[in-house]
T-cell receptor, first 110, second 116 residues
Framework: GDSVTQMEGPVTLSEEAFLTINCTYT??????LFWYVQYPGEGLQLLLK?????DKGSNKGFEATYRKETTSFHLEKGSVQVSDSAVYFC?????????FGTGTSLTVIP | ETGVTQTPRHLVMGMTNKKSLKCEQH?????MYWYKQSAKKPLELMFV???????ENNSVPSRFSPECPNSSHLFLHLHTLQPEDSALYLC???????????????FGSGTQLSVL
């Protein structure tokens, strides 16, 4: 069945380090892909999205590129900040429903 | 007002209690959802309403009963829950009806439920 797999955390980085969180999906057809972020005590907020192959979503310094050949949508940021500490969820909308990964917890230390 | 508001933020209940979770969206959206978030598991879709009609029930036990009186409000009525039902319950809404690839979900902050 359709699913989303993302790297397990937790991830701990120093401020200004480079971030990559891997995400791959299994789906028939061409889903839309999303990254959501959940700050402590809050619900999920949309961070970025891409709707077709080779699209790059970007927001707040985060980027992810829709790679159809590898069915991936890895999240990257060149220089993380303490305020980026949160849980990050990869998701795929197949047109039938949303599929979410298990979430990756990121802690950025000063 | 934030887009999607959930109350209460925290709820502790015994297995014989009856309680309700409330969700209200101020975005003018047409679809509303209940998700269950448990540690180290993907979000689980529980119920979907489109234009106040239930369009999906993902094999959720009958001890969870949703209600959607209008397009802005969604409730989840809880009765004789089990300790394994303890989780964060998230409400979401979307402008587009379920099944659209362009659909984006907007989430509330959730209700952290503990069943003793």
């Amino acid at each position: 069945g359709d699913s989303v797999t993302q790297m397990e955390g937790p991830v701990t980085l120093s401020e200004e380090a480079f971030l990559t969180i891997n995400c791959t999906y299994t789906a028939t057809g061409y889903p839309s892909l999303f990254w959501y972020v959940q700050y402590p005590g809050e619900g999920l907020q949309l961070l970025l999205k891409a709707t077709k192959a080779d699209d790059k979503g970007s927001n707040k310094g985060f980027e992810a590129t829709y790679r159809k050949e590898t069915t991936s949508f890895h999240l990257e940021k060149g220089s993380v900040q303490v305020s980026d500490s949160a849980v990050y969820f990869c998701a795929a909308n197949t047109g039938n429903q949303f599929y979410f990964g298990t979430g990756t917890s990121l802690t950025v230390i000063p | 007002e934030t887009g999607v508001t959930q109350t209460p933020r925290h709820l502790v209940m015994g297995m014989t209690n009856k309680k309700s979770l409330k969700c209200e969206q101020h975005l003018g959206h047409n679809a509303m959802y209940w998700y269950k978030q448990s540690a180290k598991k993907p979000l689980e879709l529980m119920f979907v309403y489109s234009l106040e009609e239930r369009v999906e029930n993902n094999s959720v036990p009958s001890r969870f009963s949703p209600e959607c009186p209008n397009s802005s409000h969604l409730f989840l009525h809880l009765h004789t829950l089990q300790p394994e039902d303890s989780a964060l319950y998230l409400c979401a809404s979307s402008q587009d009806p379920p099944g659209q690839l362009n659909e984006k979900l907007f989430f509330g902050s959730g209700t952290q439920l503990s069943v003793l």
